[in-house]
């Protein structure tokens, strides 16, 4: 894909513009400019003169503020300010985007929303407080002719499926990704030490502990298990549940990710509804936290991940973790500045015991427009182009073509000459765009053979799961839902990293904490929506 210069696209813009001055007819014909032709050949911009034509209103210049999560890359300013010449150009708007840490997500996220302050966008998805934040009134609502009108490009290329999963009392408040992510958790190891190891192609997390230990005995600046604060934390633990049973929790009880409380196994077609104390819930919640423990007390986990807010993947490019967690998607990046520091990399997708990984719902990753939204039409004609539009998704996701990615005359992907995955400023992936059309995306010319072919399977490697697409309404139950999210940083966290003396006696009080929290009653709450939509599957 060619995209023009800076340079290019303010000339550009300055031909159009003394075109339209020169002829007094409207813009570009993808723009939805109001221009029109006035008696006596006079331009208006005039809102009325755009109603009569059909076209948008875009007389009045706005910017539009937005929230993604994560942290934002160097090169963000150059990006966006790419992006904001040709939003103005194509809409007469431009674009903040602020960032949410991931360590700040529980905290700063419904308190922006609740702020009241000028928003315009966030991003959002089932497992981030999409439900709990609509029931709130923290979002507008969405209408089918909302979205047919000022997103054209997102409206045909959408599955209707996606509206209605994305319903929260009837209402949708969310636009989802209309290409969910065709991804397989992932764990990553160094070759160089799993030789050391005597550590053969490993398929389970459970086979590492000799690798684990060669990394605490042999490399003192790194961590074997060097967890951060939000995604890694439970991360280890749950690959290790994963081994048992194709186990889904939150986000079905709660929306939040480090929540506790139900669970369904993925592959059960019954979708029969399970608590802590159910099997194979607590028989494979109790292999995994006496794995944890072992490995706590080993030494192979850093003390205290709650305080750490740097992802073991990051830490594994820099030499201060053993291993490198994310998913087939998130990890290129990690595996690309690898390759680039001669460290050769061994990729094991987490599966369940049948040796799949779940399919991801559009909710997965996805915008919502804030219920006080200054601009909410404007908005969404930004989104269209951001989410739909291939050079704004190019720019985006990839950056600047020619500064921050080139591509190949066979069509992949790769780093502009001089350019090293350490110096790119604007990694792929890491600007938060989550939620852009990736049917868009080519391959990269750093993927290894064992990526290539992880990637090439991971349509035979994803399984339906039978909650696809359901989301679990709080509101009769947020109090104890509240309730749980306590108990669950207070008693459940400390369970998957190991930092407990006792691992019976913790998860007897685990059991005692949830119960009090009022454990049965989200459980009676969760059985009935989920009968009500398996009910409607049929």
């Not at 723009?31 to 006596?40: H, K, M, R, V």
């Not at 490399?219 to 549940?241: E, K």
């Amino acid at each position: 894909m060619k995209g023009l210069t800076r340079r290019g696209l303010s000339l550009l813009s300055g031909v159009l513009l003394l075109s339209m001055a020169l002829t007094a007819c409207g813009g570009n014909n993808n723009s939805g400019s109001e221009a029109t032709n006035a008696p006596g050949g006079a331009a208006t911009n005039t809102p009325a003169a755009a109603e009569e034509s059909g076209k948008p209103d875009h007389s009045k210049e706005v910017k539009l503020v937005g929230y993604l999560l994560g942290e934002a890359p160097k090169g963000m300013p150059e990006v966006m300010a790419a992006v904001n010449e040709k939003l103005k150009q194509d809409i007469n708007a431009t674009l903040e985007i602020n960032y949410i840490g991931w360590g700040d997500v529980a905290s700063k996220y419904p308190l922006i929303l609740a702020s009241g302050q000028d928003v315009d966008f966030v991003f959002a998805a089932d497992w981030n407080f999409y439900v709990s934040e609509s029931n709130k009134g923290s979002f507008l609502e969405l209408t089918e002719d909302m979205i047919k009108t000022n997103m054209p490009k997102y409206y045909a290329n959408q599955d209707p499926a996606a509206y209605q999963a994305a319903q929260v009392n009837g209402k949708q408040y969310m636009i989802p990704t209309t290409t969910p992510d065709r991804k397989v958790n992932v764990i990553v190891l160094r070759k160089d030490i799993m030789d050391e190891a005597g550590l053969v192609n490993p398929t389970k997390i459970s086979e590492l502990e000799p690798y684990l230990a060669a990394v605490k005995q042999n490399h003192p600046d790194m961590i074997p298990l060097n967890l951060d604060s939000q995604y890694d934390l439970p991360t280890p633990f749950g690959a290790l549940v994963s081994e048992k049973f194709a186990y889904a929790g939150a986000p079905m009880d709660s929306g939040d990710p480090l929540a506790v409380g139900m669970f369904t196994d993925n592959e059960d077609p019954a979708g029969k509804v399970l608590s802590i104390t159910d099997d194979p819930v607590q028989s494979a919640f109790k292999y995994a936290a006496e794995t944890m423990k072992k490995w706590y007390d080993a030494g192979y986990v850093n003390k205290n991940p709650y305080s750490n807010k740097v992802r073991s993947k990051d830490n594994f490019v820099e030499g201060k973790a053993g291993i490198a967690f994310g998913n087939t998607i998130d990890i290129q990046a990690a595996l690309a500045a690898c390759t680039d520091k001669g460290i050769e990399t061994y990729v094991m997708p987490v599966l369940s015991p049948t040796g799949h990984a779940p399919t991801s719902s559009w909710l997965n990753n996805g915008v919502a427009i804030a219920a006080n939204s200054p601009n909410p039409e404007r908005a969404l004609e930004a989104l269209d182009l951001i989410m739909q539009d291939e050079a704004y998704v190019y720019l985006t996701y990839y950056g600047i073509e020619g500064k921050h990615y080139a591509v190949t005359a066979d069509g992949k992907l790769t780093l502009p000459e001089g350019v090293t995955p350490e110096t790119n400023t604007y990694p792929a992936d890491a600007a938060g765009f989550w939620f852009v059309n990736k049917d868009y995306f080519k391959p990269d010319i750093s993927w290894t053979d064992s990526y290539i072919e992880l990637n090439n399977s991971i349509k035979d490697l994803l399984a339906p799961v039978t909650y696809l697409g359901f989301s679990f309404n709080s509101e009769k139950v947020k109090s104890e839902i509240a309730n749980l999210k306590n108990v669950s940083s207070q008693y459940y966290l400390p369970i998957t990293i190991g930092a407990v003396k006792d691992v019976g006696k913790a998860f007897d009080t685990l059991n005692d904490k949830l119960q009090s929290a009022g454990i049965d009653k989200v459980r009676a709450e969760v059985e009935a929506q989920t009968s009500a939509f398996l009910a409607g599957k049929k």
